[in-house]
């Protein structure tokens, strides 16, 4: 089931997010990277064309948002809102320019479902890129 955005607008970019927001309350929207799901928490890697955060979701907190993320795919298109916060001591992660912080998140919204990527969406530079036919049969892909 698809949400409404109604008035909820987008507060920062995925890749803008530093150590300076911690305690701001911020809605961000983008494509799904990844998702691992640990029980109670739910992680996400939320990204848009200015880089990726990584957003969490508990059961505790937010139960509705969470039992929503069971869902939710790679390439599901969300708007998250919720509080930044410094991540837990050990779990920073440094090839990350927002890998300090993540976003505790309060409401989730799908925006836009997604059918199975013919080959695995990475950032540039990643391995295990699908072959240079595939990539081209499927450029736009690439292209947004």
């Not at 939320?46 to 990584?54: E, F, V, Y």
């Not at 050990?90 to 309060?106: A, D, M, P, R």
């Amino acid at each position: 089931m698809l949400d409404i955005l109604g008035k909820l607008e987008r507060t920062h970019s995925c890749g803008e997010l530093r150590k300076s927001h911690i305690g701001s309350n911020v809605v961000l929207m983008g494509w799904v990277a990844k998702k691992r799901d640990f029980g109670v928490f739910t992680f996400i890697d939320l990204r848009d064309r200015d880089g990726i955060t990584q957003v969490v979701l508990s059961s505790e907190t937010a139960a509705e948002a969470h039992a929503k993320a069971k869902s939710i795919r790679g390439e599901f298109v969300v708007a998250i809102k919720g509080t930044v916060v410094q991540r837990a001591e050990g779990t920073h992660n440094i090839k990350l320019s927002t890998g300090e912080i993540e976003v505790k998140v309060s409401e989730l919204l799908i925006l836009n479902d997604a059918a199975v990527p013919p080959f695995q969406l990475e950032v540039a530079g990643s391995e295990n890129l699908a072959s240079e036919d595939t990539r081209l049969k499927y450029r736009y892909l690439d292209l947004r």
